[in-house]
């Protein structure tokens, strides 16, 4: 993947047909680092073809794990002879979520020495949650050039209250608990899905977990943890987010592979605006289709299971293409508005103060050139794009590549007009013919 790559899309095309939903992101990323716990090799299936993926296997082989590819999304793994507690900077820079090394390792060798997941300083994005579940487990923890030191003698179970409600530091708790002495009892816990396919992959090899989906997560502590065979849930966020590009395009899709309960604050904001869902709970699908103008809603994200803030960019896109105005508030991340400039150019009528999206639906966006800041973000400018009168190009698109799997094919069976180009300069003279 070049840095320079960028999607060209020419929009106007009606999304139709139907779309296959992969893994979810934000599952794989905590159970990849989970199988270093395991005492046999283990297999996992649906695994998503993602960057964040890639990076995962890859600090897992430099820990010393076997990885075989069985399949297309289907991985052999095992890390039954690692010795190497560390993941330095290079690797952990890669993806935020390489903080989960922390507690795994942690777990598996009851030390571990981390780096900092890259450009998050302390202050900014804190992990101060996760260190104070580590503490509470009975590790000391220090913060030494960039490197999160980790050690105890051994991890002992306790009871751990998040003064937040935080995913990473309540997955971080469960990998660092489950072969801690004792009981564990985490309060005030994330909900979110994939905590309970966490601790649904850790319970499939022995583990003693009750409680994960609700904000009182108990853990007894095992010793042994034997392979299993598991695939991941499917991504709740990659299914709203196509459901979103079929009603932002006016046409009709049906999102297959989904797990439709996951979906249903996705699915209930959708239906306020005006579109029209039909859930098949025994099929794992949802058709999406519109058949009148879409209106003015007020959105406010929440931790799960609330409105996500990963699908808060999609939606608020969406929004711009509704009749009358419409408020967001983003109630979970703190940087979550930075795609509203570029979405601006495109044509979007949005003010932003502070947690607050005030949004005039304009009905209608123009393609530009723009660029994701992040994943999410990246998607919405593709929904946009795929909305929009002309060419848009997005840059920066390894954001998008880190959480979709193969987004490009998806789109085009759907009938979109989307090409990667590699290389940028050569890609004019193709789009000038196309953009008629
Ligand atoms: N927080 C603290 N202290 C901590 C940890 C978190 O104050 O020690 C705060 C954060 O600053 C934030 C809030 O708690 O304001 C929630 O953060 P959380 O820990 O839940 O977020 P995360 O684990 O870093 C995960 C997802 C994100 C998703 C958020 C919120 C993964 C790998 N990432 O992040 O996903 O936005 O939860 O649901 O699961 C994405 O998929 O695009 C993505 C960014």
């Known amino acids: 993947m070049n840095s320079s790559d960028r999607f060209v899309i020419k929009g106007g095309r009606r999304l ?41 296997l890859q600090i897992l082989e430099e820990l010393g794990a076997i990885v075989e590819k069985l399949g297309p999304h289907t991985y052999r793994i095992d890390a039954t002879g690692i010795k190497s507690t560390c993941v330095p900077y290079e690797s952990a820079r890669r993806m935020r979520a390489s903080y989960y090394f922390m507690g795994a ?25 996760h260190l104070k579940a580590f503490q509470k487990l009975g590790a000391q923890c220090k913060l030494e050039q960039g490197m999160v030191d980790l050690s105890a003698n051994p991890l002992k179970g306790n009871q751990i209250f998040f003064d937040v409600v935080t995913v990473g530091a309540t997955v971080n708790a469960i990998l660092a608990a489950v072969k801690a002495e004792g009981l564990t009892v985490i309060g005030n ?39 299993t065979d598991y695939p991941i849930i499917p991504d709740q966020i990659e299914a709203g987010t196509y459901m979103v590009a079929a009603a932002a395009t006016g046409g009709n899709v049906l999102v297959k592979n989904v797990t439709v309960r996951h979906l249903n604050s996705i699915i209930s904001v959708m239906e306020k605006i005006g579109v ?15 058949d009148g103008p879409l209106i003015k809603t007020n959105v406010k994200t929440r931790p799960h299971p609330g409105f996500p803030t990963d699908m808060q960019p999609q939606i608020s896109t969406l929004l711009c293409l509704a009749e009358g105005t419409s408020m967001v508030k983003e109630d979970v991340s703190e940087q979550r508005f930075q795609y509203v400039d570029e979405l601006r150019r495109m044509g979007a009528d949005i003010q932003v103060d502070g947690k607050v999206a005030v949004i005039e639906g304009t009905g209608r966006l123009t393609g530009a050139p723009v660029k994701a800041c992040d994943l999410r973000a990246g998607a919405a400018l593709m929904i946009a794009g795929l909305a929009a009168s002309g060419v848009t190009y997005v840059e920066d698109i390894f954001h998008v590549e880190r959480g979709y799997s193969d987004m490009v094919g998806k789109l085009r069976a759907l009938g979109a007009e989307i090409v990667k180009e590699t290389h940028p300069d050569e890609a004019e003279p193709l789009l000038q013919e196309n953009a008629g």
């Not at 989970?34 to 890639?54: G, T, Y």
């Not at 994939?194 to 989906?213: C, P, T, Y």
């Not at 029209?276 to 519109?290: G, L």
């Open 16 to 56: 139709m047909g139907e779309v296959e939903i992969s893994g979810a992101k934000n599952a794989v990323v905590a159970i990849l680092p989970a199988v270093l716990l395991c005492d046999e090799p283990c297999v996992i299936e649906n695994v998503p073809d993602i960057s964040d993926v890639v990076i995962s």
């Open 276 to 290: 029209q869902i039909e859930a098949d709970e025994e099929h794992d699908q949802v058709r999406v289709f519109t």
């Open 105 to 129: 390792l942690l777990g598996r060798f009851s030390k571990a020495r981390v780096s900092m997941p890259g450009g998050c300083p302390l202050g900014a994005r804190p992990i101060d949650q």
């Open 189 to 227: 816990a994330a909900k979110e899905p994939h905590i309970v396919d966490l601790a649904s992959f850790l319970n499939s090899m022995g583990a003693d977990i009750i409680g994960a989906g609700t904000d009182t997560i108990k853990i007894r502590g095992v010793k042994y943890l034997h392979g």
